[in-house]
């Protein structure tokens, strides 16, 4: 038997990338009504397919750089002098 499906396992890690993207996507969708699940698959699929080429990649950065800040903050230099 495999590893617990990533959506199923309740101690699974949200990405970086999921927040950057889910913010991201809860802007674009916000003030829409929708009344069958194939406008909310199409509005969702709209929002993916314009994402600019470095979304993902600037999402990572900004969150990467952060843990490291607060990462200093709380336990000071982690290279040895």
């Known amino acids: 038997m495999g590893p617990p499906h990533a959506f199923r396992n309740p101690q699974r890690q949200s990405r ?12 674009h ?4 009504r929708f009344s069958k699940d194939e406008e909310v698959k199409e509005a969702v699929n709209k929002f993916i ?6 979304f993902f990649e600037a999402g990572f950065q900004k ?4 843990r490291q800040e607060n990462w200093v903050e709380k336990f000071g230099d982690y290279v040895e002098k």
């Open 63 to 66: 969150w990467i750089i952060a």
């Open 29 to 32: 969708l916000d003030g829409q």
């Open 49 to 54: 397919s314009g994402i600019e080429a470095g």
């Open 16 to 27: 970086p990338s999921d927040f950057h993207l889910f913010s991201k996507l809860k802007q």
